[in-house]
Each structure stands twice: as structure tokens, then as C-alpha cells.
């Protein structure tokens, strides 16, 4: 069994990705291509946001946005240490100072009610991560930073595809379930990466919709950002040959872009099918390993599970249980950025004491929209043995 099963997705869009990457052999145009316009103005379209503007990854999404905001030495940003280490990496290689607040422990989401209290004079931007595919409360951190004159940066990179509704107004009170069966009393959601000042995610292969290299995405809706993270990504470039401020080589080459358009015929597809399978993991592991902690889910938010993370006491030996059953598994991640040597000037080690509890209990399970349902009951009947339950 596979952690994350490409192969099946591939086998699945083979005609129409081996069609578009075709097109791009022939037309020989292997940077900003008409696959990338078209890429961006379709994911544009999904999320709602006016601009995307396709880059080199993820990362460098991250660090763009920290650039167009023009980031000085020693201005900080408030961001989450139970991450991946590009978040706090871009950060740092920018000039600034990441300022790390603790997490929800049921969520592993950092916690809004932690985030006013780290704001200083020297405070940039939020930058928010959407853990393991679902949201962080939006809501309250854009109207913390709108009090304090900052950006939100949403870090996306695990969660393109999620919708979040926030929490009802009188104008629109909850009603229930959706037409899909899912929150937000028949109102609609918005898109993570649509949800902030600006919004990153990634197309690294394993994440929710991926290509294959490296590629990522800004999202926002306003036009000077957005011109502003054109410029940077082709080395400050307004126009040929014309350096109006400093840049990096941060595009994502048209053949990546090719494999995305590719993969979007399916994407809602696979939307729903990772929404349902996360919900079957939940109905089945509460019945057959009662007791194990499963990652939390708000009401008013779904989770598109880039990965599906539940917590366990002993891990490294039910690691090994079920490595021994044919259970592929993951950590992430193991140690909190505070923790890593690169980082741990930025916080003392006792600090964001539910994302030290995390970093030792989190382990995520096979997880991709091609799982089957006798492949979901194989792990969930492996992970309860290796519970003892």
C-alpha cells in the first residue's frame, strides 16, 4: 500500500496529462508558456481570488509575499512552530523574526486567542498555517491583524480545495447542512487561499492537487500585490530588462502547469472523495479503536486531509506494528521549530507547550483520493490491533 497512491491518479488522467505536456514539447515555449496563463486564470476562478500568480513552490510563494510586503530586518511575523521549517525558514531568509504561538491542541492549528497578545511594534504580518488540510479560524485572525494594520499570509500549502464558512452572521444564521452535506447552512464557503491578504500553497506531488516537481501558487485580490509578486518573481522585472526592485527566479515552468490543468478535470472529484474518506476514517476508527484521539474538525470549516493525522501515545512502536502489517506511515512532524537547532533562538524551549505534545503524538495514515475502502479498513483494522483494542 502506498502512503499517498500517485499511481493510480496518474493512470487515472493519463490521456489528458500526457496530451497537455504534448502541447508543451511542441510549442517549446518551457517558461511562461499559455499553459501558465491558463492555469492561473483557472485556479483564480476556483478559489475566487482575482490574481494567482504561479511560482517556482511553495516556499517561494511564502517568501514573495514577505517581499512584496516588504519586510524590513527585525520585523516579525507571528506564525505557528508546529510546521513545516519553510514556514519560519522564509521568514528568517527575508530578514524578519518569526514569533511563534502556540496551537489548538485538538486542531494543531495555531490558536487565535494567542495571537494579539504576541503583537508588538515591530509586528508585520500573521502568517497562519492550514494544517493537514483544513483552515485556522480566519475569521478572528483577519480582524485581529485589521486592528493592528497587518497582513495575513495564509500558508496553504496542505489545504487547496478546503472551504470555510466561518462563523454565522444574524444575516445568515446556520441552518444545518449544506446541499453537500457539509457546514455552513446553505451559504457559500470560501477558498483557502482566498481567505487573507494573500494565500500560498503548493503543488509539491504529495499535496492535495500537485504536479510533478516542484510549483506553487500566491492568491490575492489586490492589484498592487499582486503586480508587485509578478515583478519579484522574475528577478524584480516590471519589464524586460527593467529592474524596479529586487527579485528572486521564482516562476513555475510550463510543463508543472501542464500537469496541474491536467489534474484539475479531476480535482473535485478528488475534493469529495478525500472529504468522504476522512469522515469514513472517523466513523470507523471511533467504532473499531475507541478512545484514539482523532484530529478535530470545527463545524464551520471542512478538511481536505493532505494528511490523515490522528494522535497516539508510543508511537515509534505502533510505527513498527504497523510497518510490520504492510501500514505505510508519517510524522509530521516530529519536532516543533522551536525545537530545531536553526530555530530555537526564537523561543524558549518550554514556550508553545501544546505543540511539543503534538510533535510527539501525531501520526498521519494513508491517505489520497484513490484509497480504497477495503484498503481504509485494512489500516483502521492494523492501527486498532496495534492499539490493543
Not at 515591530?122 to 498555517?129: C, E, S
Not at 495575513?152 to 454565522?168: K, L, R
Not at 474538525?297 to 505502533?318: L, N, S
Amino acid at each position: 500500500m502506498d502512503f499517498i497512491d500517485l499511481k493510480s491518479q496518474y493512470a487515472a488522467l493519463r490521456d489528458d496529462i500526457n496530451a497537455r505536456v504534448q502541447r508543451v514539447l511542441d510549442h517549446g515555449q518551457y517558461i511562461l508558456g499559455p499553459e501558465v496563463r491558463e492555469m492561473e486564470a483557472a485556479l483564480a476562478a476556483y478559489t475566487g481570488a482575482k490574481h494567482c500568480i504561479s511560482v517556482a513552490s511553495g516556499t517561494e510563494a511564502l517568501l514573495i509575499c514577505l517581499m512584496a510586503l516588504d519586510l524590513r530586518p527585525g520585523d516579525e511575523v507571528i506564525t505557528s512552530p508546529f510546521t513545516f521549517a519553510a514556514t519560519a525558514e522564509m521568514i528568517v531568509l527575508a530578514g524578519g523574526v518569526p514569533v511563534f504561538v502556540d496551537i489548538e491542541p485538538d486542531t494543531a492549528n495555531i490558536d487565535a486567542t494567542l495571537i494579539e497578545a504576541a503583537i508588538t511594534a515591530r509586528t508585520k504580518a500573521i502568517m497562519p498555517v492550514s494544517l493537514y488540510g483544513q483552515v485556522a479560524d480566519m475569521d478572528a485572525i483577519n480582524a485581529i491583524a485589521a486592528r493592528h494594520g497587518l497582513a495575513v499570509i495564509e500558508d496553504a500549502a496542505q489545504s487547496f480545495g478546503a472551504t470555510y464558512w466561518g462563523a454565522p452572521t444574524p444575516a445568515a444564521p446556520r441552518e444545518g447542512a449544506s446541499a453537500l452535506g457539509r457546514p455552513g447552512g446553505g451559504r457559500a464557503g470560501r477558498k483557502s487561499g482566498n481567505l487573507s491578504t494573500f494565500g500560498c500553497t503548493s503543488f509539491f506531488p504529495s499535496k492535495p492537487l500537485g504536479c510533478y516537481g516542484d510549483g506553487g501558487a500566491v492568491f490575492t485580490s489586490d492589484d498592487g500585490l499582486a503586480q508587485a509578486c509578478r515583478e519579484i518573481r522574475t528577478h524584480g522585472q516590471s519589464q524586460r530588462y527593467l529592474h524596479t526592485r529586487i527579485g528572486v527566479g521564482g516562476r513555475m515552468d510550463t510543463l508543472q502547469c501542464a500537469v496541474v490543468l491536467g489534474k484539475l478535470e479531476r480535482f473535485g472529484w478528488e475534493v469529495e472523495r478525500r472529504l468522504a474518506l476522512g469522515e469514513a476514517y472517523r466513523a470507523k476508527l471511533q467504532a473499531a479503536a475507541p478512545g484514539l484521539q482523532l484530529l478535530a474538525v470545527r463545524p464551520d470549516r471542512d478538511c481536505v486531509w493532505a494528511q490523515y493525522t490522528v494522535f497516539v501515545d508510543g508511537r515509534e512502536a505502533v510505527q513498527a506494528s504497523l510497518k510490520q502489517a504492510g501500514i505505510p506511515t508519517a510524522v509530521h512532524y516530529p519536532r516543533p521549530l522551536h525545537h530545531q537547532p536553526a530555530y530555537a533562538r526564537y523561543g524558549r524551549p518550554d514556550a508553545c507547550p501544546h505543540s511539543i505534545a503534538a510533535a510527539r503524538r501525531v501520526m498521519s495514515l494513508p491517505m489520497s483520493a484513490d484509497l480504497s475502502d477495503a484498503q481504509q479498513d485494512q489500516v483502521v483494522a492494523a492501527l486498532a490491533q496495534a492499539l490493543g483494542r
